[in-house]
């Protein structure tokens, strides 16, 4: 072999040798089977209202479900009204967060993200039906030893409501109760179409009063349009004064006033009547 022939030679061989060691391998199959995507947790929704609240534990929803909320147990008989109170103040037409589980039993959440059923375990409404969770334990623990809700008094803890106390006989010499009131109506101001006008109760019993509703009739037509120191409604002629809180007890021989303002069409004839929680009352 001369040597051009020898040189072409080794040229194809070194390119033969090149195109081997560049070709890329073949892609290795895995034999591992796919990962499994995730389980999605279960879905909150905030588009739901309370509707109704049958008992401390037990909600009707917007769209017309209705949901046992987990974690509570059943209301206890001494504390069920105090705890159908309880979830009307905080759930009723107010929006909340429930999981979409099968059974009718799911957790409810407050718009804020508070977990309901724990806030009124801690807060002694109900006793919770879940004792094996830290959580619900501890809180029913604390309400128990602050002795909130139903673990103070009456109920103390009890599941039903407790005997009354037997019935005691007033010492020898003791006055019978006896309600009694007056009334003085004064007219303060007289305007053509309107006037105001101030009224004091006085309790001439011996039983002081803890909560009042005084009652009186317009013989001519008048109507009140505003009051201080108490609330007044009015059906036609008959007019109603309910205290404020505040102004609600009326001791033996204390007394208590308001005033309006009212509306007149002709002339403005003082009431000739008036009642205190049902009884008649003097008037001056």
Request: positive net charge.
């Amino acid at each position: 072999m001369n040597g051009r022939r020898w040189k072409a030679a080794v040229l194809t061989a070194a390119l033969l040798t090149a195109a081997c060691v560049s070709e890329p391998a073949p892609p290795v199959r895995s034999t591992e089977p796919a990962a499994e995507p995730p389980i999605a947790p279960p879905t909150l929704t905030d588009t739901l209202t309370v509707r109704g609240v049958p008992d401390g534990r037990t909600v009707l929803l917007s769209d017309t479900t209705r949901i046992q909320i987990e974690g509570l147990a059943a209301p206890e008989e001494c504390w069920a009204t105090a705890a159908t109170t309880f979830a009307k103040g905080l759930l009723l037409d107010k929006p909340v967060r429930i999981e979409r589980v099968p059974g009718g039993v799911s957790p409810l959440r407050l718009q804020d993200g508070t977990e309901y059923a724990l806030l009124a375990v801690r807060q002694g409404i109900l006793r919770t039906d879940s004792p094996n969770d830290a959580a619900f334990a501890d809180a029913e623990a604390a309400a128990s030893k602050a002795g909130l809700g139903l673990w103070g008094p009456p109920c103390r803890g009890q599941a039903t409501t407790p005997a009354p106390p037997p019935a005691t006989t007033p010492p020898p010499g003791t006055p019978a109760p006896r309600h009694g009131c007056g009334v003085s109506y004064r007219v303060t101001h007289q305007a053509t179409n309107g006037f105001r006008a101030e009224v004091v109760i006085t309790n001439t019993g011996n039983v002081a009063v803890t909560g009042w509703t005084l009652r009186w009739r317009f013989t001519s037509g008048q109507v009140v349009a505003q009051v201080r120191h108490a609330k007044i409604s009015q059906s036609g002629s008959d007019v109603s004064a309910i205290n404020l809180p505040e102004f609600a007890a009326i001791p033996t021989g204390a007394t208590r006033s308001f005033v309006f303002t009212a509306m007149q069409m002709s002339d403005n004839p003082a009431p000739k009547s008036f009642t205190l929680n049902g009884h008649s009352c003097t008037v001056s």
